[in-house]
C-alpha cells in the first residue's frame, strides 16, 4: 500500500471510530482541572502532615496504591471495609496485618469532600497519595494520572491469590505477576526500588534470614536477633527494608542487593544471578536513571484496568460503596 493510501486509510477508520460514538478514554493529569483544581495540594498537604507525623507512613501509602492496582486494576477496591456479607481484600493474606494507613487516606477523603463534594475518586486519592508520599521522603516527581472511578465491590479471592507476588517468589515469578498487568521485567525491578522505604515483618523477611545462602552473614545475625523461630514468635516485629535509609527515598536498596543485604527473598532475586542483574547494577550506579525510571513505572503501573466513564462511582466514604 502506497503512503497516501496508509493516510486515507487511517483517516477513514478514526471517522469511522469517531462516528460511533466510542472514544477510547485515557487518564489524564488534568481531569480535575475545572471540577477540583486544588486536589492534589490538599492531598498533599495531609500526607506531608502525616509523614511529618511518622515517616513509615510515606511508605504505607505508596504500598496502598500497588496492591489497589494489582487486584482487578486500580479502582480504590483495597479501601472497602468488610462486611458480615462481604469480604474484601483487606484480610487477604497480601495485607492482613500489613496494609496500613487507612486512617489518612479517609482524612484525605473528607478535606477533598470538603473542597469538592462527589467529584474525586478514591482511587485517585491513592495514587495522589503514592505520588506526594515519595516526594515528601525526597523521591522523584511524576505527573500523576486521574480520572478513575471506585469499584463498587473488591475480591478477597483475587487478593488472595497470584495478583500479589508473596516474598518468597522467585524471579520467573515476579516477573510473570508484573507481566499479568501488563508491566515489564524492567518496569518491576524499578518498582521493587519502592523497597528504599519502610518495614516488613519477620513473617515476610524469615525464611531469608535463616534459609537462603545469598545473604551477608552479619546481616542475618542481626536480623535474626530481632526475628526468633519457631514462626510464630515476633511473627509482627518489624526491621527496614532498606537499612540505610529507610525514610528516604533514594537507590541505595540496590546497592543494599548488591551486597545480599536485600531483606526480602524476593528482593534478593532480582540480583542472584539472573537476567535483572545488570539493570539493579544501574540503578545503584545511577540515582537519576533510578528516579526517571521509577516515575515512569508509577505512571504504567497507575494506568492498570482502571474504571472509567460511567463505570464504577465516585464513592462518598471510601470504605463503603454509595
Ligand atoms: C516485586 C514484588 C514485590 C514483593 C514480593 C513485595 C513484597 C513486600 C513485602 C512482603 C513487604 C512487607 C510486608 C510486611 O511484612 O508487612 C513489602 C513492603 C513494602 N512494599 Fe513491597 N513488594 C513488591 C513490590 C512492591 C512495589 C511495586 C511497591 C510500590 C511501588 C512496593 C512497596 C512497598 C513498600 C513501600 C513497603 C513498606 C510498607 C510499610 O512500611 O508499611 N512493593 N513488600
Known sequence: MGSSKIMSFSFLACTLFLMSGTSLAQLTPDFYDLTCPKVIEVVGSVVKAAVLREKRMGASLLR???HDCFVNGCDGSILLDDTPSFRGEKTANPNVNSARGFEVIDDIKSHVE?????????????????LESVLALGGPYWRVNLGRRDSISASFDAANGNAIPPPTSSLDNLV???????LTA????????AHTIGQARC????????????VDPLFASLRRTNCPIPNGLGDNNLAPLDARTSNHFDNSYYNNLLINQGLLHSDMQLHSGGFTDRLVEEYGRDPIKFNVDFSAAMIKMGDISPLMGNDGEIRRNCRVPN
Do not use: K
Not at 524492567?186 to 526500588?193: F, H, N, R, T, Y
Open 64 to 66: 496502598l496504591h500497588f
Open 114 to 130: 470538603r473542597l469538592c463534594p462527589g467529584v474525586v475518586s478514591c482511587a485517585d486519592i491513592l495514587a495522589i497519595a503514592a
Open 203 to 214: 513473617t515476610s523477611f524469615r525464611p531469608h534470614v535463616y534459609n537462603d545462602t545469598n
Open 186 to 193: 524492567d518496569d518491576m525491578v524499578a518498582l521493587a526500588g
Open 176 to 182: 510473570r505477576t508484573f507481566q499479568a498487568v501488563g
